[in-house]
T-cell receptor, first 114, second 114 residues
Framework: GEDVEQSLFLSVREGDSSVINCTYT??????LYWYKQEPGAGLQLLTY?????DMKQDQRLTVLLNKKDKHLSLRIADTQTGDSAIYFC??????????????FGQGTTLQVKP | KAGVTQTPRYLIKTRGQQVTLSCSPI?????VSWYQQTPGQGLQFLFE???????NKGNFPGRFSGRQFSNSRSEMNVSTLELGDSALYLC?????????????FGPGTRLTVL
């Protein structure tokens, strides 16, 4: 089936690292994505990882993929108050590939305290 | 390049009315997907259009419909509005190159049904 699970809330101190976790069920997913949503805004693509990769780093962002456990994580180094937002992970199931359907988790609200 | 644009940004309608939302994709992108976002159900896929053809459809009633024009702009229509249709409607465009479903989202249209 198609299901993506995330914890709902994470609170960190400014300057600390944040780790947001996600589990998915469809092992056929070819790509996995992280999006950020700020209040009143649409979704901003942060990064994505291809399913044959274990890790991808992009400046302060590190994505880890454990395909065996179907676990995805997003690490934000040196978290800033501007990182406060809702973070969504999403999968692109093979059955829906190239037909525009992404399956999203419920979103993790990241609160960064000064 | 300009991003994905959606109009209008805000709409207030009453039950029983119909509404049309518009989405202009990133220049060169031929795929447009639509999503509904609500606090209770999260982000749910509505449908996807590519080259004026609907290629995939989510689990929504027939009151939800869409179309795509030759310039890749897309519209979605909701007829006989219900209170539960109040949501943020997001569209996303994709270039469909390299097999990835990387989708870039617009700011959304906030629909309130009274």
């Amino acid at each position: 089936g198609e299901d993506v699970e995330q914890s709902l809330f994470l609170s960190v101190r400014e300057g600390d690292s944040s780790v947001i976790n996600c589990t998915y069920t469809d092992s056929s997913s070819t790509y996995l994505y992280w999006y950020k949503q700020e209040p009143g805004a649409g979704l901003q693509l942060l990064t994505y990882i291809f399913s044959n990769m274990d890790m991808k780093q992009d400046q302060r962002l590190t994505v880890l993929l454990n395909k065996k456990d179907k676990h995805l994580s997003l690490r934000i180094a040196d978290t800033q108050t501007g990182d406060s937002a809702i973070y969504f992970c999403a999968e692109s199931p093979l059955t829906s590939s190239n037909t525009g359907k992404l399956i999203f988790g419920q979103g993790t609200t990241l609160q960064v305290k000064p | 390049k300009a991003g994905v644009t959606q109009t209008p940004r805000y709409l207030i309608k009453t039950r029983g009315q119909q509404v049309t939302l518009s989405c202009s994709p990133i220049s060169g992108h031929r795929s447009v997907s639509w999503y509904q976002q609500t606090p209770g159900q999260g982000l749910q896929f509505l449908f996807e259009y590519f080259s004026e053809t609907q290629r995939n459809k989510g689990n929504f009633p027939g009151r939800f419909s869409g179309r795509q024009f030759s310039n890749s702009r897309s519209e979605m229509n909701v007829s006989t509005l219900e209170l539960g249709d109040s949501a943020l409607y997001l569209c996303a465009s994709s270039s469909r190159t390299g097999g990835t479903d990387t989708q870039y989202f617009g700011p959304g249209t906030r629909l309130t049904v009274l």
